[in-house]
């Protein structure tokens, strides 16, 4: 089952993918895509739904953040091999985390903003894993139990404000318009194995990265086991998993995102995103 919310930002409504790939509106059923509705329970009623029986919607709205209130982001650093490879940083020996704030959030085709005086924005192409039930020190046997789906994510990052302003890399992470999540939620059902996807990422229709999960130091499983043990994941939570190589810093020379580029993604199975990247203005001040 794919779940969205769709419409203009703020009056997002709830919504299923039917199998044409149409919206089939869910505002009847549901109030919004909420904790309740992420759990076991909650997707096992929707997925006895008749797609069919559900209005159709019309024209192309646009595709808000798939799950109503994200409590945390939390993403993982350096997961993959080939990336730490290529910003010189070591193969951690336990994952890295961080945060990103939920204010940089955003839909899958929202608009990414370059911050105020930054000259080091750049992409990375991420599993982001969305957690279905309260999960507390799990096993790795049992997390995947607490995962209610999953969905792309665009990681944005400012270099110069992860690396070169001192403390962590939270600065670098939270800019406004730094988080597209979506399009959908896919539930863990339609994804059995999530350490076996490709996914890409391509900037101006160049293709920069092009890895597959199966290459992650830390796999789900182990991740959604060794953060529970450091804090309380909630339903609606989001980790984002890290991201294979080809991001602008590792490019030689360094290449970074300008306005009037276009980003393009996508994971096998999940959906793609496509965003186009806007100077800071005074709009955005
Ligand atoms: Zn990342």
Redesign the pocket.
Known sequence: MKLCRYGKPGAEKPGLIDGDGAIRDLSGVIADITANVLGHGGLRRLAALDPASLPRVEGSPRYGVPVAHVGKML???MNYADHAAETNAPVPEQPVLFMKATTAIGGANDTVVIPRGSVKTDW?V?LGVIIGEVTRDVSVERALDHVAGYAVVN?L?EREFQLEHGGQWVKG?SCDTFGPIGPWLVTRDEVPDPQNLSLWLEVNGHRYQNGNTRTMVFGVAALVSYISRYMTLMPGDVI?T??PAGVGLGLKPPTYLKPGDVIELGIDGLGRQRQDVVAHSASHA
């Open positions: 993403c993982v650093g990375e991420e990681d990052s992470k984002s890290g991201t």
